[in-house]
Protein backbone atom coordinates (compact mmCIF):
# COMPACT_ATOMS: atom_id res chain seq x y z
CA UNK A 1 0.00 0.00 0.00
CA UNK A 2 1.38 3.41 -0.83
CA UNK A 3 0.26 7.09 0.29
CA UNK A 4 -0.46 9.27 -2.29
CA UNK A 5 -0.10 13.09 -2.17
CA UNK A 6 -1.53 15.60 -4.63
CA UNK A 7 -0.94 19.18 -5.04
CA UNK A 8 -1.74 22.15 -7.49
CA UNK A 9 -5.26 22.24 -7.30
CA UNK A 10 -6.90 25.73 -6.37
CA UNK A 11 -9.48 28.81 -8.01
CA UNK A 12 -9.36 29.23 -11.40
CA UNK A 13 -11.68 31.19 -14.24
CA UNK A 14 -12.94 29.56 -16.53
CA UNK A 15 -10.68 28.76 -19.63
CA UNK A 16 -7.65 28.91 -17.22
CA UNK A 17 -5.07 26.35 -16.55
CA UNK A 18 -3.98 24.13 -13.44
CA UNK A 19 -1.19 21.45 -13.09
CA UNK A 20 -1.86 18.51 -10.06
CA UNK A 21 0.93 16.69 -8.85
CA UNK A 22 0.94 13.32 -7.26
CA UNK A 23 3.49 11.26 -5.67
CA UNK A 24 4.13 9.01 -2.83
CA UNK A 25 4.50 10.43 0.45
CA UNK A 26 7.42 8.08 0.69
CA UNK A 27 10.75 6.55 -1.46
CA UNK A 28 9.17 3.59 -2.77
CA UNK A 29 10.78 0.28 -4.70
CA UNK A 30 7.26 -0.96 -6.08
CA UNK A 31 5.75 0.35 -9.65
CA UNK A 32 3.02 1.83 -9.87
CA UNK A 33 0.23 2.61 -12.67
CA UNK A 34 -1.29 5.55 -11.66
CA UNK A 35 -4.83 7.29 -12.56
CA UNK A 36 -6.71 10.84 -11.57
CA UNK A 37 -10.42 10.91 -11.16
CA UNK A 38 -12.90 13.62 -10.02
CA UNK A 39 -15.59 13.50 -7.62
CA UNK A 40 -18.66 16.28 -6.92
CA UNK A 41 -21.10 16.59 -4.16
CA UNK A 42 -24.18 14.00 -4.55
CA UNK A 43 -21.99 11.87 -7.66
CA UNK A 44 -19.96 9.07 -8.00
CA UNK A 45 -16.46 9.47 -8.55
CA UNK A 46 -15.63 9.64 -12.02
CA UNK A 47 -12.32 8.44 -13.91
CA UNK A 48 -10.26 11.00 -15.45
CA UNK A 49 -7.14 9.54 -16.50
CA UNK A 50 -4.51 6.85 -16.23
CA UNK A 51 -1.44 6.26 -17.27
CA UNK A 52 0.81 2.76 -17.26
CA UNK A 53 4.02 2.69 -15.37
CA UNK A 54 6.11 3.13 -18.64
CA UNK A 55 4.13 6.09 -19.65
CA UNK A 56 3.73 4.30 -22.95
CA UNK A 57 -0.20 3.79 -22.57
CA UNK A 58 -2.51 6.81 -21.43
CA UNK A 59 -6.35 6.92 -21.85
CA UNK A 60 -8.72 10.06 -21.05
CA UNK A 61 -12.22 10.47 -20.29
CA UNK A 62 -14.23 11.74 -22.97
CA UNK A 63 -14.83 14.76 -21.73
CA UNK A 64 -11.69 15.95 -20.62
CA UNK A 65 -9.46 14.45 -24.50
CA UNK A 66 -7.86 17.22 -25.96
CA UNK A 67 -7.64 19.44 -22.72
CA UNK A 68 -6.15 17.21 -20.02
CA UNK A 69 -2.91 15.86 -20.39
CA UNK A 70 -1.58 13.32 -17.71
CA UNK A 71 2.30 12.31 -17.81
CA UNK A 72 5.19 11.03 -15.55
CA UNK A 73 8.36 11.41 -16.05
CA UNK A 74 11.10 8.45 -16.79
CA UNK A 75 8.62 6.24 -15.53
CA UNK A 76 8.99 7.74 -12.27
CA UNK A 77 6.29 7.47 -9.49
CA UNK A 78 5.26 11.38 -9.48
CA UNK A 79 2.26 11.76 -11.88
CA UNK A 80 1.07 15.13 -13.12
CA UNK A 81 -2.65 15.97 -14.88
CA UNK A 82 -1.90 19.62 -16.91
CA UNK A 83 -5.53 20.76 -17.18
CA UNK A 84 -6.26 23.66 -20.12
CA UNK A 85 -9.33 25.27 -21.25
CA UNK A 86 -11.29 24.58 -17.44
CA UNK A 87 -14.76 24.85 -17.65
CA UNK A 88 -17.00 25.13 -14.73
CA UNK A 89 -17.95 21.96 -14.78
CA UNK A 90 -14.20 20.52 -14.15
CA UNK A 91 -14.86 21.69 -10.62
CA UNK A 92 -14.62 18.98 -8.41
CA UNK A 93 -12.32 17.41 -6.05
CA UNK A 94 -9.38 15.80 -7.89
CA UNK A 95 -7.82 11.99 -6.82
CA UNK A 96 -4.45 10.74 -7.45
CA UNK A 97 -5.01 6.69 -7.54
CA UNK A 98 -2.16 4.01 -8.23
CA UNK A 99 -1.87 0.19 -8.86
CA UNK A 100 0.70 -1.45 -8.05
CA UNK A 101 2.01 -3.44 -11.27
CA UNK A 102 4.89 -6.15 -11.21
CA UNK A 103 6.98 -8.03 -14.40
CA UNK A 104 5.05 -7.94 -17.45
CA UNK A 105 2.99 -5.35 -16.65
CA UNK A 106 4.95 -2.00 -17.39
CA UNK A 107 2.17 -0.91 -20.03
CA UNK A 108 -0.79 -2.18 -18.17
CA UNK A 109 -3.93 0.62 -17.73
CA UNK A 110 -6.01 -0.91 -14.78
CA UNK A 111 -9.46 -1.09 -14.41
CA UNK A 112 -9.33 -0.12 -10.94
CA UNK A 113 -6.80 1.49 -8.71
CA UNK A 114 -6.05 0.40 -4.95
CA UNK A 115 -4.59 3.31 -3.59
CA UNK A 116 -5.91 6.63 -3.06
CA UNK A 117 -4.56 10.46 -2.09
CA UNK A 118 -6.93 12.68 -0.02
CA UNK A 119 -7.82 14.47 -3.02
CA UNK A 120 -7.32 18.74 -3.92
CA UNK A 121 -10.15 20.70 -4.96
CA UNK A 122 -10.16 22.61 -8.24
CA UNK A 123 -13.03 25.13 -8.67
CA UNK A 124 -13.67 26.87 -12.15
CA UNK A 125 -15.72 30.28 -11.97
CA UNK A 126 -17.72 31.12 -15.25
Known amino acids: QVQLVESGGGLVQAGGSLRLSCAPSARTASTYAMGWFRQTPGKEREFVAG????????NYADSVKGRFTISRVNAGDTVYLQMNSLKPEDTAVYYC???????????????????WGQGTQVTVSS
Open 97 to 115: AAKEVYWGEANLLPNSYDD
Open 51 to 58: ISWSGSRI
